[in-house]
């Protein structure tokens, strides 16, 4: 069963943005801290931005802080990241990653969606 399906990866310009989707399982949905990371070609993997399971607070990376927001969508299960004033270094695989801090504590990856910025 797939527990993190993505969505929402493109090809914008600088200056553009973009709205990624990240679709859960209820039961994961609800039990769980929903982040968002990313993974640049040659770079580590680094968190974007985290929402906690009661959704009330977020964490941002100071790169992406004032430009990107995290939010969530109780009645469809879905963890969204909007990417706004993109720029070329936010090029990455973008992953939505799920931490249950309700037992079982077990954690999932989403696939990975692909986000460009250039001109």
């Known amino acids: 069963q797939v527990q993190l399906v993505e969505s929402g990866g493109a090809l914008v310009r600088p200056g553009g943005s973009l709205r990624l989707s990240c679709s859960a399982s209820e039961s994961t949905f609800s039990s769980s801290d929903m982040s968002w990371f990313r993974q640049a070609p040659g770079k580590e993997r680094e968190l974007v931005a985290t929402i906690t399971k009661s959704r009330g607070r977020t964490k941002y990376a100071a790169s992406v802080k004032g430009r990107f927001t995290i939010s969530t969508d109780g009645a469809k299960n879905t963890v969204y990241l909007q990417l706004n004033s993109l720029k070329p270094e936010d090029t990455a695989v973008y992953y939505c990653?799920?931490?249950?801090?309700?037992?079982?504590?077990?954690?999932?990856w989403g696939q990975g969606t692909q986000v460009t910025v250039s001109s």
């Open positions: 990653y799920a931490q249950r801090v309700l037992s079982p504590y077990t954690n999932y």
